[in-house]
Nanobody
Framework: QLQACGGGLVQAGGSLKLSCAAS????????VGWFRQAPGMEREFVAA????????YLSEYVKGRFTVSRDNVKNTVYLQMNNLKPEDTAGYYC??????????????WGQGTQVTVSS
């Protein structure tokens, strides 16, 4: 099971740190991706981190503002979001699977956490 948390309401320019915690099994052998979906919009790739944490990939929309990291001892992946913009408002979901920016390569999905950025 994966559970994302850490969302909330923040003003534009602010920061949030999301966590994706795994339980029931270890996900240290899986890449973890972050995706987001706003109402009426398609799901969008945000970031991915390899199983080792050495390799990361960020979408062009968040590069320079977001970072992704993981702590395999704690079985947790983090998404640090800085300089948030209203267009970052969405439900954020983490997923474990094969390292890519494509949702279909991820097999395990957690419940999302809502991020709302006010202008």
């Amino acid at each position: 099971q994966l559970q994302a948390c850490g969302g909330g309401l923040v003003q534009a320019g602010g920061s949030l740190k999301l966590s994706c915690a795994a339980s029931g099994r270890t996900f240290s052998n899986y890449a973890v991706g972050w995706f987001r979906q706003a109402p009426g919009m398609e799901r969008e790739f945000v970031a991915a981190v390899s199983w080792s944490g050495i390799t990361t990939y960020l979408s062009e929309y968040v590069k320079g503002r977001f970072t992704v990291s993981r702590d395999n001892v704690k079985n947790t992946v983090y998404l640090q979001m800085n300089n948030l913009k209203p267009e970052d408002t969405a439900g954020y979901y983490c997923a474990a699977g094969r390292y890519s920016y494509t949702a279909r390569t991820y097999d395990y999905w957690g419940q999302g956490t809502q991020v709302t950025v006010s202008s």
